[in-house]
């Protein structure tokens, strides 16, 4: 297991995604984090995941391909210093990326492939690469940086930006659409089991009276 990184190895500033990380296998969890993200996503409009839910506002779309981008960036930045690159890496800046990123005119399944593939070569990268290398460390937008501190910081991002996405006012009513019309489904379907049961107790209340109104023989259910 890929230990946590110190204080040291990274900026202050990527606390919060560091701290975002639970302890266990890190491959794992980049795992189980797209798998969410698809669940959670994959019965999205295209249309509404087009819609900013406010003025300025970043779309889900926007936010879903700014994750991938983010992972491809700190991806290769790890790529660079685990394997012992002192060339000092270039920030980027969110902001002016998002609104050139075309991300409205894809569909939603289009870009949670595109995730997907992206998630599979970050795996791939993070599992291949030795203790040794872990420890090394570079310089990204002027900043020092260790090569697990760079792992810990893209669950940690994907972790952010999942928990952004899921909060999207227009995701949420959709996700409270859904829990409402199970909620009713549950009603409707205990209601039919409970009148399935009055219909038996009275069938059986009754059949005995009917019988022996229409063939003149008494029914009983034990003996007489």
């Known amino acids: 297991m890929l230990a946590r990184p110190a204080s040291d190895e990274y900026a202050p500033y990527y606390d919060t995604y560091v701290s975002k990380v639970p302890d266990g296998d890190i491959c794992d969890l980049l795992r189980?984090?797209?798998?969410?993200?698809?669940?959670?996503?994959?019965?999205?409009?295209?249309?509404?995941?087009?819609?900013?839910?406010?003025?300025?506002?970043?779309?889900?779309?926007?936010?879903l391909l700014h994750m991938i981008d983010a992972e491809r960036v700190f991806a290769y930045r790890l790529l660079r210093v685990a394997r012992g690159d002192q060339t000092p890496l270039p920030g980027f800046e969110q902001d002016e990326?998002?609104?050139?990123?075309?991300?409205?005119?894809?569909?939603?399944?289009?870009?949670?492939?595109?995730?997907?593939?992206?998630?599979?070569?970050?795996?791939?990268?993070?599992?291949?690469?030795?203790?040794?290398?872990?420890?090394?460390?570079?310089?990204?937008?002027?900043?020092?940086?260790?090569?697990?501190?760079?792992?810990?910081i893209i669950a940690g991002l994907s972790a952010a930006l999942y928990l952004l996405i899921d909060r999207l006012p227009y995701l949420k009513s959709e996700h409270e659409m859904e829990s409402m019309v199970s909620r009713e489904s549950s009603f409707l379907f205990n209601n039919l089991i409970l009148l399935a049961s009055c219909f038996a107790v009275l069938w059986g209340t009754m059949f005995p009276v009917l019988s022996e109104f229409v063939t003149g023989e008494k029914v009983t259910v034990a003996a007489p």
């Open 32 to 63: 189980l984090q797209l798998n969410d993200t698809i669940t959670m996503l994959a019965n999205v409009d295209d249309a509404r995941a087009s819609k900013g839910y406010g003025p300025g506002k970043w779309t889900l779309k926007e936010s």
């Open 97 to 152: 990326w998002v609104p050139q990123s075309g991300a409205n005119g894809r569909s939603v399944a289009n870009l949670l492939l595109e995730l997907s593939t992206v998630r599979a070569s970050t795996v791939l990268l993070i599992g291949s690469i030795g203790s040794a290398a872990w420890v090394r460390r570079g310089t990204a937008s002027g900043k020092p940086i260790s090569a697990r501190a760079l792992a810990f």
